[in-house]
């Protein structure tokens, strides 16, 4: 019996589909677009909100303070030390804080072994920045003897697991951390600085820090020529981004900081709905902080 000429031309080309997943793997900015094009993410969000964010406070007990902050599929834990040093020569009168984030294998292949990466270098200078130019402690509260002795903080911030936003994360665990020091009273004699090392720790015998202020960072990738918003982006959207904004707040809505990476050129009105958005995250994260505290 014949064949017909329409039956052979489609023995010919068979149909090629792919799963989703194999599609966002081959074409991941066109995948994106499909979700972004209805106002959605891949994952179910709008393209303005943030992922679930939990803090939980004093979970390195070996810490003189210590918080763990968990966005979505990014965790980190920050542990801040105290220890006696020498004061700087040009602020004999001050302590100091040294922070440092860690982005090891361990939280995601993304990163090899051996030196700090670029991002860890760039994020710890970062939050330092931060730390240092919106004036988050009066570092003369650290001073145990002038020129003698002071407290050094380190701040240290080690990624548990990473998919995406570690700006956010980083600074929301180091402020967190920060407000759960305590620091054992000091005595200075004869050139010795003695720190009692035994007993409960009360308000007698340790101090907690006097924040100034209170910094929180909200940031948000450029997705595509239409240069899209895309609100505390995950890894997958970080990877296929034109660039990210980083806007910095304090708790009364006050601009600390505002930083861009990546090549996209954005518009004074971009940066407004960042700062707007970033005023309502603020708030948010705030409570979520206070709540988490109690």
């Given at each position: 019996m014949a064949t017909s000429a329409t039956s052979v031309s489609q023995a010919a080309s068979p149909a090629f589909t792919f799963s989703a997943s194999t599609f966002q793997k081959l074409h991941p900015s066109e995948y994106f677009r499909k979700?972004?094009?209805?106002?959605?993410?891949?994952?179910?969000?709008?393209?303005?909100?943030f992922r679930p964010t939990t803090v939980h406070y004093g979970v390195i007990t070996t810490a003189n303070g210590s918080a763990m902050v968990r966005m979505g599929g990014t965790t980190v834990v920050c542990g801040v030390k105290a220890e006696v040093t020498e004061p700087k020569l040009d602020a004999p009168n001050q302590g100091y804080l040294v922070p440092n984030v860690d982005l090891s294998p361990?939280?995601?292949?993304?990163?090899?072994?051996?030196?700090?990466?670029?991002?860890?270098?760039?994020?710890?200078?970062?939050?330092n920045r931060v730390l240092k130019e919106s004036n988050v402690l009066n570092l003369k509260d650290l001073c145990i003897e002038e020129g003698k002795a002071a407290w050094v903080l380190w701040v240290d911030?080690?990624?548990?697991?990473y998919d995406g936003n570690i700006n956010d994360a980083a600074l929301t665990a180091v402020m967190a951390a920060l407000g759960n020091v305590r620091i054992r009273k000091p005595a200075y004699e004869e050139g010795i600085v003695k720190v009692?090392?035994?007993?409960?720790?009360?308000?007698?015998n340790s101090f907690k820090l006097s924040l100034l202020r209170m910094p929180l960072s909200s940031s948000f990738a450029l997705f595509d020529t239409t240069l899209t918003l895309l609100a505390d982006p995950d890894f997958a959207e970080e990877s296929i981004g034109m660039g990210q904004i980083t806007v910095t707040l304090d708790e009364h809505g006050q601009l600390c900081a505002v930083s861009k990476v990546g090549a996209a050129t954005s518009s004074q009105e971009v940066l407004k709905q960042c700062v707007i958005r970033a005023r309502e995250r603020s708030q948010e994260l705030r409570t979520i902080?206070?709540?988490q505290h109690q």
């Open positions: 979700f972004v094009s209805q106002g959605v993410r891949p994952d179910g969000r709008l393209l303005n909100s361990i939280c995601s292949s993304v990163f090899k072994p051996g030196p700090p990466s670029e991002q860890a270098q760039v994020v710890s200078e970062s939050i911030v080690v990624c548990v697991s009692p090392g035994s007993g409960t720790v009360s308000n007698e902080m206070r709540q």
